[in-house]
């Protein structure tokens, strides 16, 4: 029957001007990288990079934009930091980029705004968890860059640096090794947003490319070089709670397809959780509570993964940019994905990012 034969008109409209009733997930933190060496907002972008073989060695990556690259055990402990003057702001990872021998190797590319600037390749040896600076030319030339996120097609076996800017531009490098055996990076595709842009992720399976520009919401486009240029807006601040900025972005896989893109909603403290697949309809709020760390406000990056990685997080992690600490530095909290998904999300450990 229908529900206008049943309720008068105002309670009608009420009932369908009322968002769905939508779960809010409230996990604490299981653990916390140690403060940043510098004060004041430089902890922005985190990526967590899988070992091949012994996944209690993955590694989580932090941006410090006053300074280098951070790499962090996952206990948050710091290994080393890379191009301590570079000034990073968004990092990513890289799984199975091909050299010219045949041989495969994971890179961390990282957008940089210090010496140098423009954009920087690591590759990361899986025995001494070590990155190595491989950047041909010194950087691959951005011209602003800001925020970044790279793509491995399935269809090529292409991988590509998608590079973010204040102006809304978006530009998209082709990763390629030079005759010295360094990687250098061509710029294949121009896109153009409005408003400042910085959150950037590709979904590699399914082909698409988000990009968040900061206080208008989530766009998406195909991620392949000569695909269309116009983009969808699949999620809009002020819809489902989202608020500026939108920061970073991040791909929850799961197989046949499923799992979510979570977006960082930083002036609420919250993340945004959107259906993978389909036209990314919204799921659920990650709202972080204090239990014994402290809670995240003005989230910046963000990183998960669904593997199993130490036996602290068996079924995955959710790494995210903590802007204020009792320590009063900044810093990156771990979250257990089953504390996360609280039985209300897809808890998937199978699927593979690697190619
Ligand atoms: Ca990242
Ligand atoms: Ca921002
Ligand atoms: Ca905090
Ligand atoms: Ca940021």
């Given at each position: 029957m229908r529900l206008s034969r049943l309720l008068p008109a105002p309670l009608l409209i009420l009932i369908a001007a009322a968002p769905p009733a939508r779960e809010t997930l409230r996990p604490e933190a299981r653990g916390q990288t140690e403060p940043m060496r510098h004060e004041g907002d430089c902890a922005d972008d985190p990526a967590i990079w899988l070992h091949p073989t012994r996944p209690e060695r993955s590694l989580i990556l932090g941006t410090d934009k006053q300074g280098g690259v951070v790499v962090y055990d996952l206990a948050g402990k710091p290994l080393s930091t890379v191009s301590p003057r570079s000034r990073p702001d968004n990092v990513d990872i890289v799984y199975g980029f091909r050299r010219r021998d045949g041989s495969?190797?994971?890179?961390?590319?990282?957008?940089?705004?210090?010496?140098?600037?423009?954009?920087?390749?690591?590759?990361?040896?899986?025995?001494?968890?070590?990155?190595?600076?491989?950047?041909?030319?010194?950087a691959i030339a951005a011209r602003e860059p800001y925020g970044l996120g790279v793509y491995r097609s399935r269809k090529t076996g292409?991988?590509?640096?998608?590079?973010?800017?204040?102006?809304?531009?978006?530009?998209?490098?082709?990763?390629?090794?030079?005759?010295?055996?360094?990687?250098?990076?061509?710029?294949?595709?121009?896109?153009?947003?409005?408003?400042?842009?910085?959150?950037?992720?590709?979904?590699?399976?399914?082909?698409?490319?988000?990009?968040?520009?900061?206080?208008?919401?989530?766009?998406?486009?195909?991620?392949?070089?000569?695909?269309?240029?116009?983009?969808?807006?699949?999620?809009?601040?002020?819809?489902?709670?989202?608020?500026?900025?939108?920061?970073?972005?991040?791909i929850y896989g799961a197989r046949d397809g499923r799992g979510y893109l979570i977006a960082s909603s930083q002036s609420a403290g919250t993340f945004k959780v959107y259906e993978r697949g389909g036209d990314n309809a919204f799921v659920a709020t990650i709202d972080p509570r204090s239990g014994a760390i402290d809670d995240v406000s003005d989230t910046d990056g963000i990183a998960v993964t669904n593997r199993p990685t130490s036996p602290a997080y068996p079924k995955g992690l959710f790494v995210v940019q903590d802007g204020s600490t009792p320590a009063g530095r900044q810093n990156f909290k771990i979250y257990g994905w089953e504390d996360v998904a609280a039985d209300k999300l897809i808890v998937d450990i199978d699927w593979d990012p690697r190619p």
């Open positions: 495969v190797v994971d890179l961390a590319v990282a957008s940089c705004r210090g010496h140098p600037r423009g954009v920087l390749v690591w590759t990361i040896d899986p025995a001494t968890r070590t990155l190595d600076d491989v950047t041909a030319g010194g292409l991988s590509y640096a998608i590079v973010t800017a204040y102006s809304g531009r978006v530009e998209q490098f082709v990763l390629e090794e030079t005759a010295d055996g360094r990687i250098g990076g061509r710029k294949v595709r121009e896109l153009k947003l409005n408003g400042i842009t910085e959150g950037c992720v590709a979904d590699e399976e399914l082909g698409r490319l988000y990009v968040a520009e900061e206080a208008v919401g989530i766009w998406r486009f195909d991620a392949e070089p000569d695909g269309p240029k116009e983009g969808k807006l699949v999620a809009r601040v002020g819809e489902n709670g989202l608020r500026g900025d939108v920061e970073g972005l991040a």
